[in-house]
Every structure is written in structure tokens, then in C-alpha cells.
């Protein structure tokens, strides 16, 4: 998806998806904008990381980069729980869609499909907390004061 407007698209509504699982997940108010823009940004990372090429498994890895590294500042910033930021944000990449894919083939005994869809949502996953993992592992200085 290379048009502007369309990227600006999808960038909302990441962010307005993220900030309404945060509701549900029992965020303050104050830490709206930053979950919204953590997912947001998840988000557009997995469209250029798609755009360009890459697997979904590996777009997901490529995405949970600077998602992670967000979440992390946001947490420094805020002095909050990178898991507040890291959790909600992760909302738009979570492989929700194969994860209920792999169940309908496994009730409807497709083998194949089932397996199919099943190893394409663990390689997501995979990648999204081998991402996360990564920048999880990184030092990163405190905010003083």
C-alpha cells in the first residue's frame, strides 16, 4: 500500500484499535495516546515490512522492533510497566485470524488446511516474541528525576 492517504488509513485505525483494547484492558486515561501510537507504529512497520517482500512471520519479527523499543521509552517516559505499552500495542499483530482459521479446520477435519494455517500462526508468533525478546534484552537507561 504505497498511497499516503491509505497509509494515514490504516495508521488511525491501528491506533484506534490499540486505544480501544487499552479501555478493555484497564489502561489510565493518561496512557491512551502512547499505547495508540505503540500499535500504530507496530502496525505500519508490518505494512512496509510486507510491502517490500517480506513473509508475514517475518514481518511480524521486523514489526515488533520498534514497537518494543516504543513501549520501552514510553515506559521510561511515563514511569509505567513496558508491559502497559507492550501488550496493548502488540493488539494489531497478534495472528488472531489464523489462530481461528486453525481451529475451524480442526473442527471441520481438514488435516491440511489445519496444519497449514496452524504452522504459519506459530511461525507469527514466534517472530513477535522473538522480536519482542530482542529489544526486551537491550540496556536501556532510566529517565532521572
Given amino acids: 500500500m504505497t498511497n499516503p492517504l491509505g497509509l494515514l488509513a490504516q495508521f488511525g485505525a491501528a491506533a484506534l484499535a490499540t486505544v480501544c483494547f487499552s479501555v478493555l484492558f484497564g489502561v489510565q486515561r493518561r ?5 495508540g501510537l505503540t500499535g500504530a507504529v507496530g502496525w505500519l512497520a508490518y505494512l512496509a515490512a510486507t510491502g517490500v ?20 521509552v514510553f515506559a521510561i517516559h511515563n514511569k509505567a510497566p513496558v508491559t502497559l505499552f507492550l501488550l496493548c500495542g502488540i493488539f494489531p499483530l497478534v495472528p488472531g485470524a489464523g489462530i481461528y ?45
Fill in 31 to 35: 496512557h491512551f495516546w502512547a499505547c
Fill in 53 to 72: 517482500g517480506a513473509s508475514p512471520a517475518m514481518a511480524t519479527f521486523l514489526a515488533a522492533l520498534p514497537l518494543t523499543l516504543l513501549a520501552r
Fill in 101 to 145: 482459521y486453525t481451529a475451524y479446520y480442526f473442527l471441520l477435519d481438514d488435516r491440511l488446511q489445519c496444519l497449514n494455517r496452524g504452522v504459519e500462526t506459530l511461525k507469527i508468533a514466534v517472530g513477535l516474541a522473538v522480536g519482542i525478546a530482542l529489544v526486551s534484552s537491550l540496556p536501556m537507561a532510566k529517565k532521572r528525576g
